[in-house]
């Protein structure tokens, strides 16, 4: 059997991509940071798949003690991980900075994945060449020039909306510099975009997102919808593929910024020295 992971699971695409996996047979380790948001996507994924082995646990992943202590949660549930899909993500309405002191978004939507990863790898590579790790990113890494080099926290002037974008493009480096790291290992690292989905995700997010959800509301997806191409790569689309960023189940172009190795490589080690730092 194999064994998923997968953050953001308590409601929309992730929850969408809990339920089909274990309705295909995969065991899935679900991630949700609201106890009740939680039950209840339990409860559904549960009534899809009834025989299926699914198991969900809390943690609030923009602190990063609570990434480390949910991976190992997870390492005492599973002896390896055949897919991690790094799918919670978070929208600012303001500046918010965590007990780490990092930005909320950047920590959230960035940070946390790079941290989880890394903490998960060896579970990862015990299951052999194979094994996948999605990242979900968004088009909305195109309305931002480059990252922040100079104030990654936003602590001189900060943008909701630049935070938020910021942290897409990160997730994009992300995969680029794991890719490389983990070719000879015969791991897939991708990123997808699942497009303009209808969750309660906009809610309270920046501007920049609040109007792509407004004007393309009409164009919207459901999150069935949504995770369809992630489904598509977790069960076996694109073989071979990896380093790439996905759309409607196809290679999609990014910014220069996005396809830069040195920038992926730049925000790698400025990664790991802002997570050595936090309070774990």
């Known amino acids: ?15 969408v991509v809990a339920r089909e996996l274990a309705k295909t ?8 940071r609201d106890p009740g948001r939680a039950k209840t996507a339990m409860e559904q994924i549960r009534t899809a798949a009834p025989d ?13 003690a609570e990434v480390a202590l949910f991976a190992e949660k997870v390492g005492a ?33 960035h940070l946390a994945p790079f941290l ?25 890494h195109t309305f931002i020039k480059d990252m ?37 290992d015969g791991i897939r690292v991708n990123a997808v975009h699942p497009g303009l989905v209808k969750t309660n995700f906009d809610s309270n997010g920046s501007l920049i997102v609040k109007l792509m959800y407004v004007f393309g509301r009409p164009l919207s997806l459901t999150p069935e919808q949504g995770a369809d191409t992630i489904l598509w790569l977790a069960l076996g689309g694109a ?10 189940r196809a290679i999609a172009k990014t910014t220069s910024a996005a396809q830069s190795e040195a920038g992926a490589a730049r925000l790698w080690q400025l990664s790991e020295a802002l997570v050595a730092s936090a309070q774990f």
């Open 1 to 15: 059997m194999k064994t998923a992971v997968v953050t953001g699971a308590s409601s929309g695409i992730g929850l």
């Open 25 to 32: 047979g995969w065991r899935v380790i679900a991630h949700g």
């Open 52 to 64: 299926a082995q699914v198991e969900m646990v809390l943690a609030d992943l923009s602190v990063m």
């Open 77 to 109: 549930l599973t002896d390896r991980i055949d897919l991690l899909i790094n799918n919670a993500g978070f929208t600012p309405a303001k500046r918010v900075e965590t007990i780490d002191g990092f930005e909320q978004c950047f920590a959230a939507n």
């Open 116 to 140: 989880l990863t890394n903490c998960l790898l060896p579970l990862i590579k015990a299951a052999g060449q194979g094994a996948q790790i999605l990242n979900t990113a968004s088009s909305a």
């Open 148 to 184: 922040k080099w100079d104030d990654l926290q936003q602590r001189r002037k900060f943008s909701a909306n630049d935070a938020y974008t910021q942290s897409k493009l990160a997730n994009i480096l992300h995969l680029r510099e794991l890719a490389r790291r983990l070719m000879a």
């Open 239 to 248: 073989p071979g593929v990896t380093g790439e960023y996905f759309v409607k």
